[in-house]
């Protein structure tokens, strides 16, 4: 089994948005609160390519 050590920084910058947009999101005035969803919902693909990546290298 081979493992893409060099996608773990996908991982990280997913969780990283999800953690800063989460809350901004409610914390933000309108029409801000949409731009720091849109974070999230980006954080979430990138968290879940990066997972991909990491354990089947050779999927894409």
Known sequence: MSIGYQYILLII???AGMAWGLPAA???KSPFDIGA??????GVIV????????FTPGFF
């Open 13 to 15: 910058a997913g969780l």
């Open 26 to 28: 409610h914390r933000l």
């Open 37 to 42: 969803a849109f974070v999230v919902l980006c």
């Open 47 to 54: 968290f879940a390519m990066g997972v991909l990546l990491t």
